[in-house]
């Protein structure tokens, strides 16, 4: 069972703003870093969103993370057909043993 | 271009040892803060890390399966591999190996993955 909380489903039409939320805690994102991936269908999952904000090379400014306490959030503007994925986040958990955990995910549609 | 492909049986049967192997191309293994490790996704159902290996043989592997998960690196072949032992059906899975990236090996993240490949234990 994952300790990061994403919901299951988010929707949007073409153009929209959508926001995924993911509930932790202080031993993983109150303490480090928050990390996103993209799943396409099929595919093998895209770094999407690194060190809480960063976007790596060739990630569209259309997607944004952002952080706060021990919540984390990606936005996706301009939604596009392309978008429809599921979308996972991620950070250290140092409780106890650390290890990378890896949140519920989320899956995007555009209606 | 950087590349990683994961190979190994497809078909484990119950209790005996799950191995893989990836293996990387366009690029060096042994390259400084780069890390390599396998995460794994069943069938419809999210992901989880499984472990990582530097270049040098350090690991570090998620607590709930630690006492099952071995990692090695073969830094002659460009390789690096997985052996999970005593499966299960709870350990059918797409496995994917990924390159992590990050200053140490305990805080660094996958940022590169291969495509997968699954693994079906049976009974």
């Given at each position: 069972?994952?300790?990061?909380?994403?919901?299951?489903?988010?929707?949007?039409?073409?153009g929209?703003?959508?926001?995924?939320?993911?509930?932790?805690?202080?031993?993983?994102?109150?303490?480090?870093?928050?990390?996103?991936?993209?799943?396409?269908?099929?595919?093998?999952?895209?770094?999407?969103?690194?060190?809480d904000?960063?976007?790596?090379?060739?990630?569209?400014?259309?997607?944004?993370?952002?952080?706060?306490?021990?919540?984390a959030?990606?936005?996706?503007?301009?939604?596009?057909?392309?978008?429809?994925?599921?979308?996972?986040?991620?950070?250290?958990?140092?409780?106890?043993?650390?290890?990378?955990?890896?949140?519920?995910?989320?899956?995007?549609?555009?209606? | 271009?950087?590349?990683?492909?994961?190979?190994?049986?497809?078909?484990?049967?119950?209790?005996?040892?799950?191995?893989?192997?990836?293996?990387?191309?366009?690029?060096?293994?042994?390259?400084?803060?780069?890390?390599?490790?396998?995460?794994?996704?069943?069938?419809?159902?999210?992901?989880e890390?499984?472990?990582?290996?530097?270049?040098?043989?350090?690991?570090?592997y998620?607590?709930?399966l630690?006492?099952?998960?071995?990692?090695?690196?073969?830094?002659?072949?460009?390789?690096?591999s997985?052996?999970?032992?005593?499966?299960?059906?709870?350990?059918?899975?797409?496995?994917?190996?990924?390159?992590?990236?990050g200053?140490?090996?305990?805080?660094?993240?996958?940022?590169?993955?291969?495509?997968?490949?699954?693994?079906?234990?049976?009974?």
């Amino acid at each position: 069972q994952s300790v990061l909380t994403q919901p299951p489903s988010a929707s949007g039409t073409p153009g929209q703003r959508v926001t995924i939320s993911c509930s932790g805690s202080s031993s993983n994102i109150g303490s480090n870093n928050v990390y996103w991936y993209q799943q396409l269908p099929r595919t093998a999952p895209k770094l999407l969103i690194s060190t809480d904000n960063q976007r790596p090379s060739g990630v569209p400014d259309r997607f944004s993370g952002s952080k706060s306490g021990t919540s984390a959030s990606l936005a996706i503007s301009g939604l596009r057909s392309e978008d429809e994925a599921d979308y996972y986040c991620a950070a250290w958990d140092d409780s106890l043993s650390a290890s990378y955990v890896f949140g519920t995910g989320t899956k995007v549609t555009v209606l | 271009q950087l590349q990683l492909q994961e190979s190994g049986p497809g078909l484990v049967k119950s209790s005996e040892t799950l191995s893989l192997t990836c293996t990387v191309s366009g690029g060096s293994i042994s390259t400084y803060a780069y890390y390599w490790g396998w995460i794994r996704q069943p069938p419809g159902k999210g992901l989880e890390w499984i472990g990582n290996i530097y270049y040098t043989g350090s690991t570090h592997y998620n607590p709930s399966l630690k006492s099952r998960v071995t990692m090695s690196v073969d830094t002659s072949k460009n390789q690096f591999s997985l052996n999970l032992s005593s499966v299960t059906a709870a350990d059918t899975a797409v496995y994917y190996c990924a390159r992590h990236v990050g200053r140490t090996q305990l805080w660094s993240h996958p940022d590169f993955w291969g495509q997968g490949t699954l693994v079906t234990v049976s009974s």
